[in-house]
């Protein structure tokens, strides 16, 4: 391992870390601002909603355009961006976690995650591709999935044990001013257009000399901000990452409306508190640091993505379904240890989509899928967010409070119907996207 990507990693860690840690206690302070003293707040639902798809409207336009511009001006530059800004909103309620400072919170927070929510981990996986060949490269995405995962299971072991919610968001913000730090500090940059010129000129050095320097200039990338256009012909220019894309849309979509919902249901439910969440969360990130850490990188060797991506989407309905279905909070406990399989599924589809492009198309590629996953996010709490809060209420036309769930179990199941329709990736053998050198 390099030490450029030891230092990613642990800034991935520690960033992830502080963003882990304000999960279990959002809920509480979400419900006592809005809905004091209830267990079941239809108004904290809806908002959650217009919230997700207000984020999923901005990351749909800015996500492709940070990943091309992160291809173009290097990884480090436009991860420290994203990073910086999602410090803000958590300083607030580091502040204070009284009703003035929840909406404070919670415009600034929609604000700053049109640009950093999504960006920072397919910034890290463009940076890994950058750095590690084709075929190691399934393994260390799932790597990458499993340092994010010990930084989910540390964060939330720490709220879990901390004696205030207070603290909880002044030990984040801490945590996250420490990550940018460190990351601007020790992180090599990773600039592939740079490398790659480099390394065709020096191949070329005859040819050049013939061209003169009009042809030389010519042979460089242009620094363009994406259009829609541009977005589009990258999922035509391959049927295989338009299977992926269309796998990476439902799964998102689903995998939404799981998240979505999955809190209000269990405290509505369940009444589950911050604790209850936080031990909930433990048993996810731990199943997910077994599975990318350990099972992964082994079952890398002997099967190949697409049957990963399979495995990992089918266990993941299951583990929806579960829970929709659960008649006891053990259930629900039970249900999350299926997350050692599920959790298969976000590194080979990223695998997948890294495979289609060449190294100077990593951000732009990881950056196209993220924006699709935004899109996803648009549409997501304009169908679950509706059923969630029905279902919850006194006026369910049938009794089913895990229905919006189940109907999320079936979204993923159209994701895995599509992806056991993906063939072998095709390995990419793209060096750039240069104009091609004339004959002398």
């Not at 940076?127 to 060949?133: L, P």
């Not at 010519?218 to 990258?234: A, G, M």
């Not at 689903?254 to 209850?276: C, R, T, V, W």
């Amino acid at each position: 391992m390099s030490w450029g990507l030891s230092h990613l990693f642990l800034t991935v860690f520690l960033f992830n870390f502080s963003h882990s840690m304000v999960i279990p206690a959002i809920t509480d302070v979400s419900m006592a601002a809005l809905c004091p003293g209830k267990d079941e707040c239809s108004f904290a639902i809806y908002l959650t909603g217009v919230q997700q798809a207000i984020i999923g409207m901005g990351s749909l336009v800015m996500m492709p355009i940070i990943g091309n511009l992160s291809d173009q001006y290097g990884r480090k530059l436009l991860l420290t961006l994203p990073m910086m800004f999602a410090i803000f909103p958590t300083v607030i309620l580091a502040y204070s976690t009284e009703e003035g400072f929840f909406y404070a919170y919670f415009v600034l927070k929609t604000l700053t995650s049109m640009m950093c929510e999504g960006a920072i981990i397919f910034i890290a996986l463009a940076y890994v591709a950058d750095n590690v060949s084709e075929q190691r490269r399934t393994s260390a995405f799932a790597i990458l999935s499993g340092i994010s995962s010990c930084s989910f299971v540390s964060g939330n072991l720490l709220t879990r044990f901390l004696p205030s919610i207070a603290s909880v968001f002044q030990i984040s913000a801490a945590t996250a001013m420490a990550s940018v730090v460190y990351m601007r500090i020790f992180l090599p940059e990773s600039n592939m257009t740079a490398a790659v010129i480099a390394g065709s000129s020096e191949k070329d050095t005859a040819n050049e000399s013939l061209l003169g320097k009009g042809n030389i200039n010519n042979r460089r990338p242009k620094r363009t901000v994406p259009s829609l256009h541009d977005s589009f012909s990258l999922l035509k220019s391959s049927w295989t990452f338009s299977q992926a894309a269309i796998v990476a849309f439902f799964n998102m979509l689903g995998d939404l409306g799981l998240i979505s919902a999955l809190l209000y249901y269990l405290k509505a439910e369940f009444h589950f508190d911050k604790d209850q969440f936080a031990d909930l969360m433990i048993i996810h990130g731990i199943a997910g640091i077994v599975s990318q850490m350990i099972l992964m990188p082994m079952l890398t060797r002997v099967m190949k993505e697409e049957q990963l991506l399979a495995i990992g989407l089918a266990f993941n309905c299951i583990h929806i379904f579960f829970i929709a279905v659960a008649w006891s909070s053990w259930v629900v406990y039970l249900a999350s240890t299926l997350q050692i399989l599920s959790v298969f599924a976000g590194p080979s589809l990223r695998s997948i989509v890294s495979k289609q492009v060449g190294p100077t198309e990593q951000g732009k590629a990881q950056g196209c899928i993220t924006g699709l996953c935004s899109f996803a996010g648009i549409i997501s709490p304009l169908i679950f967010s509706p059923l969630t809060a029905l279902f919850l209420s006194d006026h369910a036309p049938f009794q089913f409070p895990g229905f919006s769930l189940m109907c999320a179990a079936f979204t993923v199941m159209i994701a895995f119907i599509q992806s056991i329709m993906i063939r072998a990736p095709i390995s990419s053998s793209k060096t750039d996207e240069c104009e091609p050198v004339a004959e002398p």
